[in-house]
């Protein structure tokens, strides 16, 4: 019997004859992709996948792979799903989007494995050092390198789940050698097992820590880099959980009366069972509709929350406005429409299913004036969190501080974030 351990796994995890959807096909059964306007340096229209080279890069990517994978998908003969959509290849192989990240991945998962082996031969202190660090490096490379050929991360989407289950497997192989300390937390909501992991420098004393509310796009996951660079060195810990049905919550519907429930329990669960978590400093931080979510828990769990830090929040206008919803690219319809169950295709017809996760239909904020500190960034020109939005936080907080930020060069746009974040959570966590 063959050593799989030695093969290529993702050639043998997708080695079947492929009878799924293509990816751009899950929850978006149009004919044809609709052209729509869209921040430069973000989207290409010949792709159904938004390019983010910027974004990647800062996640430790390197961008040279990348692009030479972007190349090659580009260059692939092979039948396409959507004639004029490079990234629309069907058959797992050479061209394919999944494929090729995967195989990028695997090449690292090999390296991490070589290093590993060289680990358990030495009895050299400064080589085990070297090694541990090259181990936890190629192992995070396997897990971004698998996450991205899981993007945009579409439940029902079946080789970019396959995909998807090997980053989370290569992100817990990398945790076991960062510095500090991980651990995997299991708790309940509406009676289904929700999923988090938490990074901390040191358990062995109270630390606070920073929950992150991302969006329907990027993965908690992803945020590792941001802990490691800058929250660690403070004696921040992260807590990375995935928004109800994504990632690892997919198994948890998004409830649009209340989007915040996965991360309601979250914090229960930590403010009443870690005991090395500072329970009177935890922090938010949220972007897009994960902005929505932070606001909601501001609300409901304003008890537990010593502060929060939120990017273009998504509250109010996009889901409710006709003309903002007609900006949305492709790929963006499906994620929405993928994570509400119905299909971008009706999007037309979607205001309806969307309109309840407005924070001004529900009504939270009404009444509501709290003293926690919140730090707002208004993203110039986003048509995902319009003035108004912003307007609707102006009075929530009497200690509520609002930015504006342009996306202009985007590289330097992400490294500003980060700063006024970690300056912010010094602030307010650190003392």
Known sequence: MPDISSENLSEILFKPRRTSLETSYVSNSVAELP?????????????????????WGWLGFDLIEVEAAISRIAACKAERTREHVLD????????NWVYEFSM????YTRKAKEFHEALMA?????????????IFKNYRLADLFFDL????HLKGDELATQAMTQHYLYYRKAAEFANGDFAEVKFKVDNKQATMFIHTPDKTKKCPCVVICSNYVNLATEYLRYYQLNLAPLGIALVAVDLPAMGLNVNIPLDGINPAKVHEAAIDYIYEELPYIDSS???????RIGGNVAVHLLVTKRDKIACAFIVGPTLHEYFTNRDYLDRTPSMLRAVISNRIGVDANQWSDIIPQLQVLSVKRQGILKGIRIDTPIKVLAIKGDFLSPQSDIKLLSGFSSKIEIEDIALGKTIVAFNEIIERSVAFFKKHLVS
């Open 281 to 287: 400093k935890i922090a938010l931080l949220g972007q």
């Open 149 to 152: 050929a899981s993007y945009p």
């Open 35 to 55: 052209l729509v306007a869209t921040p430069a340096k973000v989207h290409f229209s010949k792709w159904y996948r938004q390019i983010h080279f910027a974004y």
């Open 88 to 95: 629309t290849v069907y058959s797992y192989g050479p061209g």
């Open 104 to 107: 990028i991945a695997d090449k």
């Open 122 to 134: 030495t009895n050299v202190p400064e080589e085990e050092l070297r090694l541990k660090d090259e």
